[in-house]
């Protein structure tokens, strides 16, 4: 069976996130980091980028996670509870929110089944 890919694009979900570790203290590295979550042929990738402001045809670094996926959905939440399968939904003016409440993934591998988890999104 082949993987469920919940859009057109290339990457499921991309952003960035706070707490990226710095052992070596080098400089130039910040604490934040760029990042994308890819399916690609049943196999769920975490792409990152060494820099937040990167170029944009810089190619992210790449680390294979998971095997064996059959499916990847991702749902963003307003505050209104209300579910989209895109972020920025069209009608984001409408809205009047610049970022989602909460996020919703649900995965299903060969071997586990479906699993489900949810990422409150800091306001």
Do not use: C
Not at 21 to 28: C, E, I, V
Not at 34 to 55: I, T
């Amino acid at each position: 069976e082949e993987p469920l890919v919940t859009n057109d694009i290339d990457f499921e979900v991309r952003g960035s996130r706070g707490g990226w570790r710095n052992p070596a203290g080098l400089p130039f590295r910040g604490t934040l980091q760029r990042f994308q979550y890819r399916l690609d042929d049943g196999k769920l990738f975490r792409d990152y980028w060494p820099v937040m402001d990167h170029p944009l045809q810089e190619e992210p670094r790449r680390e294979q996670i998971l095997t064996e996926v059959r499916k990847l959905e991702i749902w963003y939440y307003d505050s209104k509870h209300e579910r989209f399968d895109q972020w920025p939904p069209p009608q984001l003016e409408a809205l009047g929110e610049r970022r989602p409440r909460a996020i919703q993934f649900v995965l299903e591998l060969e071997d586990l089944g479906e699993i489900e988890r949810w990422v409150e999104v800091a306001q």
